[in-house]
Nanobody, 126 residues
């Protein structure tokens, strides 16, 4: 059974850090682009970051560039999102998802992604 499972969310104070994990089950992430998205209540789903398994190219939303880092393990089984200097506006449910390779600069378009995890809640609050 093909599954993506996110973990690592939680409650953190502004300025704090969290590391999210996206683990693949039943398949390998090699051969896909893996994206992280977030959705806050009443807001549209927003692309946060993406990594391409073809060459390791990474993409970031302007709002998180310099604060978040996407990475992967050696076997392309897990992708991580290291989130530093968190702000209240980073609050939301974070999802990972896979898309076919080749979309490049369109990585933030969530409709391009096929498989989605169940999401993990991130709350940044004092």
């Amino acid at each position: 059974q093909v599954q993506l499972v996110e973990s690592g969310g939680g409650l953190v104070q502004p300025g704090g850090s969290l590391r999210l994990s996206c683990a693949a089950s039943g398949f390998t992430l090699d051969g896909y682009a893996i994206g992280w998205f977030r959705q806050a209540p009443g807001k549209e789903r927003e692309g946060v970051s993406c990594i391409s398994s073809s060459d390791g190219t990474t993409y970031y939303a302007d709002s998180v560039n310099g604060r978040f880092t996407i990475s992967k393990d050696n076997g392309w089984n897990t992708v991580y999102l290291q989130m530093n200097s968190l702000k209240p506006e980073d609050t939301g449910v974070y999802y990972c998802a896979t898309a076919p390779l080749g979309y490049g600069s369109s990585w933030y378009k969530w409709r391009l992604y096929d498989y989605w995890g169940q999401g993990t809640q991130v709350t940044v609050s004092s």
